[in-house]
């Protein structure tokens, strides 16, 4: 692996940065200074440093983003904003993608990553992934609805709903709790009830939770549990 691919996995530099620093005799392999940012090593036997801090090596990426509202969960699409351009040089990557999609029009918890495997389980309808949203709705939901829907709505295309869990705070705000995610889903489900989703916020995704620390469009690096939570995705709540 070159080395300037090597610091930009670990999000550490950019090939750029790394090029610079590399000129700056702040890297070193196995104790030697190095000049090159394309030379070759191999992160399994080589040993690594930054300013003499030693660089420990992950293959993948893992990020937690408060996506804010008109922003699309998408690597290229004219005209729209996309979250990946809220990432830093480091994180720009074509391998990186977002777990599952928020429309354009939903905010909150969105998990990037480059690890199909784990992803493609996350989002497996085998392993009931819980995701947790918060919703305002047009009109007040009534007792007889929100049932309805909790046992399974029958969408505009006939479908029928897997059940779920709908706790409100207010007739026209609460939580719902699904283990699937069928194209814009909670918004048809209460649509399948004459009502209309205004706000929608994803809060959790199979146990993990927004950092409300994070302002809406910042994002950070999974901790160590989390990554754990997500690489064995089950039901959670």
């Not at 706790?167 to 699937?180: A, F």
């Amino acid at each position: 692996m070159r080395l300037d691919k090597f610091f930009s996995n670990t999000g550490i530099l950019s090939r750029s940065q790394c090029a610079k620093e590399c000129r700056a005799g702040n890297v070193t392999c196995d104790g030697e200074t190095v000049r090159d940012p394309s030379c070759n090593i191999d992160p399994d036997k080589n040993v690594i440093a930054y300013k003499g801090d030693i660089i420990s090596y992950s293959e993948y990426v893992y990020i937690m983003m408060n996506k804010p509202l008109g922003y699309v969960c998408s690597n290229d699409e004219p005209g729209e904003l996309l979250v990946f351009d809220l990432l830093d040089e480091r994180y720009r990557r074509p391998d990186l993608f977002t777990v599952g999609r928020l429309d354009k029009n939903t905010t909150g918890l969105i998990l990037i990553t480059n690890d199909g495997k784990s992803a493609h389980n996350a989002l497996s309808p085998k392993r009931h992934v819980e995701k947790k949203y918060e919703f305002t709705l047009a009109d007040p939901l009534s007792e007889e609805d929100r049932a309805s829907l909790e046992k399974g709505a029958v969408l505009a295309d006939g479908y029928v709903t897997k059940p779920c869990k709908i706790e409100m705070k207010t007739d026209r705000d609460g939580i719902v709790i699904l283990s699937e995610g069928k194209y814009h889903q909670i918004r048809r489900m209460f649509a399948s009830v004459s009502n209309k989703v205004v706000l929608l916020k994803r809060t959790e995704f199979g146990g993990i939770s927004l950092d409300n620390s994070l302002k809406p469009g910042e994002y950070r690096l999974l901790t160590d549990e989390e990554t754990g939570s997500f690489i064995n995705a089950k039901r959670s709540i």
